[in-house]
């Protein structure tokens, strides 16, 4: 994931120092959090996901798990339904057909 902010009035300068700094760190790819600033300072450092001090927070809705779980049987449901429409509508227009040729 890659978060990009700025704050300040030098928004455009902010944004260019931070895009500068990882285009610089692409070649390394030793560290995952990047902190620069206008003047060209940045600060590189590595937070690994088994540090004591970071906390990952479940943030999927009711939702968003319902659907995870079961999006490929509402897919297929829906599939379903729109044959089975298809067909009927066109048994009709056959029966129509017939009754029309008659």
């Known amino acids: 994931?890659?978060?990009?902010?700025?704050?300040?009035?030098n928004l455009a300068n902010a944004f260019l120092a931070a895009s500068k700094s990882i285009t610089e760190q692409l070649s390394t790819l030793s560290s995952n959090v990047a902190i620069s600033d206008v003047n060209s300072n940045k600060?590189?450092?590595?937070?690994?996901?088994?540090?004591?001090n970071l906390e990952y927070i479940d943030t999927k809705s009711v939702l968003t798990r319902?659907?995870?779980?079961?999006?490929?049987?509402?897919?297929?449901?829906?599939?379903?339904?729109?044959?089975?429409?298809?067909?009927?509508?066109r048994a009709k227009v056959q029966k129509s057909t017939d009754i029309f040729s008659e």
Not at 1 to 9: F, H, N, P, Q
Not at 45 to 51: A, G, L, R, T
Not at 73 to 89: D, E, K, P
């Open 43 to 52: 600060y590189l450092f590595n937070i690994s996901k088994s540090s004591e």
């Open 1 to 9: 994931m890659l978060v990009i902010t700025a704050t300040g009035k």
């Open 66 to 89: 319902f659907w995870e779980s079961y999006n490929l049987y509402i897919l297929l449901g829906m599939l379903v339904l729109i044959l089975l429409s298809f067909l009927y509508v």
